[in-house]
């Protein structure tokens, strides 16, 4: 009895300590993602002020200070309710329609309200959300259109989100050195999640087409289990 009790502990301790490693390395790349978010942040603002548009500037930088704020409230939480999440996303498309006026409309939609109590990384759905802003929307000269959908699985969730954008391929050109980084970011994201948790949580990227193949935009589905 007393060594199959040692035995347990000496698991319980090492399953413990994984854990623990995993929670840190979880909390280091949500660490790097508020300054990106931020640094992308200051750049529309700074757009918008060399464009000559102070007024506007303004209104956006007051909503990105809320935005902001949310961010540090807690910098150690690295997870938060999909309701949070989707409260947070609601916000910067707001503010995002302010820089874009009626050239961008865009749509959040849960099939169940009780779905929003699942558990998902901090600011994951936020960064796909950024980059169909930036690479696929930005470039596009009219109709900017966003879709986020959340819909239920038997044993967890399924989150859609789907730009008209120009298309990864055209993106190509405008991406900078860094291209491809923020992808391989949140597959370390998504991966420490899980280890951390105990959760199955990963995500693809599509392209769409129309009829003709022509690049209709991106989609993104996230599945967390």
Same mark, same amino acid.
Do not use: C
């Given at each position: 009895?007393?060594? *199959?009790?040692?035995?347990?502990?000496?698991?319980?301790? !090492? =399953?413990?300590?994984?854990?623990? @490693?995993?929670?840190?390395? +979880?909390?280091?790349?949500? /660490?790097?993602?508020?300054?990106?978010?931020?640094?992308?942040?200051? /750049?529309?603002?700074?757009?918008? @002020?060399?464009?000559?548009?102070?007024?506007?500037?303004?209104?956006?930088? !007051?909503?990105?200070?809320?935005?902001?704020?949310?961010?540090?409230?807690?910098?150690?939480?690295?997870?938060?309710?999909?309701?949070?999440?989707?409260?947070?996303?609601?916000?910067?498309?707001?503010?995002?329609?302010?820089? $874009?006026?009626?050239?961008?409309?865009?749509?959040?939609?849960?099939?169940?309200?009780?779905?929003?109590?699942?558990?998902?990384?901090?600011?994951?759905?936020?960064?796909?959300?950024?980059?169909?802003?930036?690479?696929? +929307?930005?470039?596009?000269?009219?109709?900017?259109?966003?879709?986020?959908?959340?819909?239920? +699985? /038997?044993?967890? @969730?399924?989150? $859609?989100?789907?730009? /008209?954008?120009?298309?990864?391929?055209?993106?190509?050109?405008?991406?900078?050195?860094?291209?491809?980084?923020?992808?391989?970011?949140?597959?370390?994201?998504?991966?420490? =999640?899980?280890?951390?948790?105990?959760?199955?949580?990963?995500? !693809? *990227?599509?392209?769409?087409?129309?009829?003709?193949?022509?690049?209709?935009?991106?989609?993104?589905?996230?599945?967390?289990?």
């Amino acid at each position: 009895y007393l060594w *199959v009790s040692f035995q347990n502990k000496l698991v319980s301790r !090492r =399953f413990e300590k994984d854990r623990l @490693i995993s929670q840190l390395q +979880l909390q280091s790349i949500k /660490n790097q993602l508020d300054p990106h978010f931020t640094y992308n942040a200051l /750049n529309a603002v700074g757009s918008l @002020i060399y464009k000559g548009e102070k007024d506007l500037a303004y209104q956006y930088l !007051r909503g990105l200070t809320d935005l902001l704020r949310m961010v540090s409230s807690d910098a150690s939480q690295v997870t938060w309710t999909l309701g949070e999440e989707l409260e947070f996303v609601n916000r910067y498309l707001e503010i995002e329609k302010l820089r $874009f006026k009626e050239k961008f409309d865009y749509s959040v939609k849960v099939d169940e309200d009780e779905l929003k109590e699942n558990e998902v990384p901090k600011m994951s759905v936020l960064t796909f959300v950024e980059n169909a802003i930036k690479h696929g +929307l930005r470039h596009k000269d009219y109709n900017r259109q966003l879709e986020v959908q959340v819909t239920g +699985l /038997n044993t967890g @969730i399924r989150i $859609f989100i789907r730009d /008209n954008g120009i298309g990864r391929a055209a993106a190509e050109k405008y991406r900078d050195h860094n291209a491809g980084q923020g992808i391989r970011m949140m597959k370390q994201y998504f991966r420490q =999640f899980n280890e951390a948790t105990g959760r199955k949580a990963h995500f !693809r *990227v599509k392209d769409l087409f129309e009829y003709d193949l022509k690049p209709s935009g991106t989609l993104v589905e996230i599945t967390i289990l």
